[in-house]
């Protein structure tokens, strides 16, 4: 398996590109099932996990091409057509590798009536149960039955009636899919307290470009008119702010200058704040953003909180960041229980940090130094590649398959800012 071998010390300075947002990406592409027309997807990441979503979706009768393909470039266009849907199952093997395989589960019901995907199972970052997307379906009509680690959803004849559904705890995946099946339902239906990340509104524009009639967009109060019928439409993916600010920390970590080409400041505004307030340089203009530090790094409390709050997908790579960071700070993640695995790491690499629930205390020290370290899921890996940046002497991170599934060629994009990075195979 590969590693990354990253000697630390160097100052990035240069241009990042930023990806297509790999979430967003993994609700778009099943919007696809909704339509018997084509669905051209532009700048989708080329990552693991979308080729595994296109694997599974290639599992209920959807063609893929690839138009233009150029292979030289970061990002690729991608067509999926779901003319006719030959199945309408997900089976374990594809489901357990990639646990967003469950958002097929509202477009396929919505299309065809009927769906049956296997229940994702573990993840690294604590129990991440699906209670309330099988809820919010069932609110809109459908029938639900587990068994035998399945579940199906039903739908009555003629089609889902909709409903309205208020969500008790906001989820990012149950809202994709409750309103992937609400588009295609007979009557309205209403979400509430249902998730407004940015990538929700970008599953919004595809749905709305494709014929869709939902009022709300970027609220987290939705009305969704169901329509008999979708088309197909061209759609571009947002651009990843978790990629971008997680360059935006190995920028800062190394006291660096480094544009981020495409990032979109306005879907990062918890982000730029924490970034700011620890002391880091961020000005944003219509192309992206430019990040400077100059080295001095101020501790920081900070809490995740669904969007607009800070992103828990950002907790890891700043926690990095507060390790260098003079005084003492509190981070609290109020999303994921277990999303502290980076830390045993961290203190591998001379870092301070005393966890105790869901509370981490990180107290500053003067430099870190390099060692043999892995995480178990990707935003920990790439935390491990931020400490590692500003190291001194050489880490060394292993279980690399995390961070294929999220960062669009990595070790590229971090060498093209000057990082002594490298991937090698192991022996
Ligand atoms: C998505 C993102 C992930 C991000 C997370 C939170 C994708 C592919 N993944 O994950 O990167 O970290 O949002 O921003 O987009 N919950 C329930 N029952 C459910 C569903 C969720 O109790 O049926 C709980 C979860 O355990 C968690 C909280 O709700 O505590 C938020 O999870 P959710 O927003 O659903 O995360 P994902 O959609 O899985």
Redesign the pocket.
Known sequence: MDKLIIKGGNRLSGTIPISGA???A??LIPCALLTEEAVTLRNLPRLA?IDGFQHLMGQFGVSHTIPGKRPEEFGRNVTLEAMRITSSVAPYDLVRKM??SI?VLGPLLARTGEATVSLPGGCA???????????ALEAFGAEIELAQGYVRASAPDGGLPGGSFDFP????????NALMAAVLANGTSRLTNA?R?P?IVDLCKLLTAMGAQIEGIGSSDLTIHGTRKLHGATYRVMPDR?EAGSYACAAAITGGEVRLEGADADDMASTIDALRQIGVGVEADRNGMTIAANGKLKAQDLTTA??PGL???MQAQLMSLLCLAEGTSVLTET???NRFMHVPELARMGADIETSGRTAVVRGVDGLTGAEVMATD??ASMSLVIAGLAARGETTVRRLYHLDRGYERLEEKLQLVGADIERVGDD
């Open positions: 790999k979430n967003a993994l609700t996990d646990r967003a958002l970052i604590g129990n991440r149960p699906i209670d309330l997307h099988l809820k705890v906001v989820s990012v995946g149950a809202t994709e998730a990340e990538e978790i669904p969007f992103a828990t997908d999303i994921f229980e990707l935003r």
